[in-house]
């Protein structure tokens, strides 16, 4: 008689599951009901709710199975030439089939529902990003170059445009964005070195491109945008920004399918996003297409950044809305200390806290794609102001969702404890991928500094933004709904805005253009960006939140915009508690905390290890 127990699965915990990522997000459903004209929301959500099931099965599977099977570069074939050819699984490729199926990146140029068409494409790209292995990096540069070579209305690229906004895979291309090189990454004004040299007997606008470029994302993409410096008269690159344009680049030569004389060296190995290709590549005489004017490439590509922004905001979002939806599907099934996990207090108020973060992020994308939408085909003045506002928001609204999605992803993970901690789970990714957010497109300190330089391009946005601010405070309060809590949102937040107003109007007489190398005349001292910036995110979503509940009634989204509004919206800090302490990076001291030890001992210079 055999009496062994195998108890090798007798511990077994059940994983969480997910349903249709659309009527599942309550949330979702309710902001587009009040964002959205209900004629055109009747005619496109029985879309979202087709592919809110597509992008939890089909779209999903093939996300993990693109992570699993990461792209490679091989160098050479087998006799020796070298070709740099990219190799994605045949997951990436679906995903690229997908995109352009579903027409992730058409619908914001098909314009069928108007202003509404951007709403629909990023509640679109909100459902996708967190199923589909990162495939919503390659799209959001391809949205960019769109919307650039949409307004450059150059008649050689009327093909190319077409291609970008395709819904036939066979014909859908994807786009690149070059700019960060070995000498600077953010700083493009002091870093970009490559060349750009007319060609040769060829037309106006024909040039070659020489110079290395040090990240370069979707590098299997069929083209790219990239910036490089022009020469002057005499043969020598034009310093600053005032030799910096834009230029349209194809990776292959359309007839013998080689490289546009392109060499990749190598993909970056990266803490997450391994399903997508990012390589370090040199154009050695590359063809390009000159897109804008010379000195005027950084307004240029800020076109396409204030779309990828956009979408690096839907990420977050998405990232966020995912690991909540796992969380809380868990909650209801772990048992710990003789109880559900939703049935005990810290549990749901953990779930509580991410709700919160997680719907004021996604009032913001909606909002941010509502005033896209208007800026693209309202008519003027209404375009004109939404254009301002959103000139303002879309750092604001990148910066702060990206910073919101760490958090919240990591405090998603913890909630399944050690499993979170497990790569078999797919946990670990999603904080993984998630820690590139504030990076992309920008990290938090230049894009608070970018809010700066927005304010002095567009002096009228932020009076634009507080008096929307003020006329969704008004309509709630004229609602008169009874609810101690809401009101008192209502009064924290007007007082606030008070207080951001009042701060702003004493450095406005710093003010000023900027100057002729390009470099920011700062409205404030710089020191205080960060905390402006993120006290500009929190006044808007409360003021969003807070409407929303107007609206509905709903006594959650009345909870939801109070917990929002329960702690300081601005933090800056000659408002805060404490304004002797002033901010972060201001004084001698701190000079001394950021350097952490002396470098000598005793006069001494310490020895140091290469890390």
């Known amino acids: ?13 059940e994983p969480p599951s997910l349903g249709n990522q659309y009527t599942d997000d309550t949330a979702l459903r309710d902001i587009l009901r009040t964002v959205v004209p209900s004629e055109d929301l009747e005619r496109f959500e029985p879309d979202l709710e087709r592919f809110g099931w597509r992008v939890v099965t089909e779209v999903k599977d093939l996300g993990q199975r693109a992570e699993r099977e990461p792209p490679r570069l091989e160098s050479y074939d087998a006799w020796g030439s070298r070709i740099d050819k990219v190799v994605t699984s045949t997951a990436w490729k679906a995903l690229h089939d997908i995109a352009a199926e579903e027409g992730l990146i058409a ?25 589909s292995g990162l495939y919503s990096c390659p799209l959001a540069m391809t949205d960019g170059a769109a919307r650039v070579l949409e307004l450059s209305r150059d008649p050689h690229l009327l093909k190319s445009f077409a291609r970008l906004t395709s819904r036939d895979p066979h014909e859908f291309w994807t786009s690149g964005q070059w700019m960060t ?32 470029k040090w990240f370069t994302s979707a590098a299997d993409g069929e083209m790219s945008l990239a910036l490089a410096r022009c020469l002057d008269q005499q043969g020598s690159p034009i ?13 292959r030569d359309s007839d013998t399918g080689t490289l546009n004389l392109i060499k990749l060296h190598r993909l970056k190995n990266k803490l997450g996003t391994k399903q997508l290709p990012t390589a370090e590549l040199s154009l050695e005489g590359t063809p390009a297409r000159r897109l804008s004017l010379v000195g005027k490439g950084v307004a240029a590509i800020a076109k396409m950044i204030n779309i990828t922004r956009l979408h690096n905001t839907a990420a977050a979002a998405s990232a966020m809305r995912r690991v909540l939806a796992l969380a809380r599907d868990y909650a209801g099934r772990r048992r710990a200390f003789g109880k559900l996990l939703i049935d005990q207090p810290l549990a749901r108020g953990t779930l509580a806290w991410m709700e919160v973060r997680t719907r004021g992020c996604l009032h913001i994308l909606l909002d941010a794609a509502r005033l896209l939408g208007e800026a693209e085909t309202a008519p003027s003045p209404r375009s004109e102001r ?9 750092p604001v609204a990148k910066l702060f969702s990206a910073k919101e999605a760490v958090r919240v992803c990591s405090e ?11 790569e078999d789970t797919g946990l670990p990714g999603i904080l993984r991928d998630a820690q590139v957010l504030p990076i992309w497109e920008g990290a938090t300190n230049v894009l608070s500094l970018d809010v700066q330089r927005a304010l002095l391009k567009e002096p009228t946005s932020l009076a634009a933004l507080l008096e929307d601010l003020q006329g969704r405070l008004d309509h709630a309060a004229s609602r008169q709904l009874a609810c101690p ?44 960006s960060r905390s402006f910036a993120f006290s500009l995110a929190r006044l808007h979503i409360a003021g969003l939140m807070i409407n929303h509940a107007a609206v509905t009634k709903d006594k959650v989204d ?4 109070a917990r929002w509004c329960c702690k300081p919206l601005v933090t800056i800090s000659s408002t805060s508690a404490d304004p002797s302490l002033g901010a972060w990076g201001k004084s001698a001291e701190d000079s001394l905390l950021a350097m952490g030890a002396k470098p000598t001992i005793d006069g001494k210079h310490c020895l140091r290890a290469r890390f």
């Open 107 to 131: 619908t914001g140029y098909e314009r069928n529902f108007g202003a509404a068409s951007r709403v629909y494409q990023f509640t679109k790209l909100y459902l996708f990003a967190s199923s």
């Open 386 to 394: 939404a254009s301002a506002v959103l000139r303002l928001l879309t």
């Open 412 to 422: 998603g993970i913890e909630f399944f404890g050690g499993q979170g901690y497990i």
């Open 558 to 561: 009345m909870q939801a915009a």
């Open 181 to 212: 090189e070995k000498a600077g990454g953010s700083d493009v004004a002091g870093g970009t070195e490559t060349l750009a040299k007319p060609k040769e007997g060829a037309a106006d606008g024909e040039y070659e491109l020489h110079g290395q």
């Open 239 to 251: 310093p600053g920004t005032r030799g910096l344009a834009l230029f349209y680049v194809e990776m």
């Open 485 to 528: 809590r809401l009101d008192l949102a209502v009064t924290g937040t007007r007082a606030a805005s008070r207080e951001l107003s009042q701060w702003v109007q004493q450095f406005q007489h710093n003010v000023s253009s900027a100057h002729d190398d390009g470099t920011a005349v700062h409205a404030w001292p710089e020191e205080e």
């Open 1 to 13: 008689m055999n009496t062994s127990v195998s108890t090798r699965h007798a511990w077994v915990q």
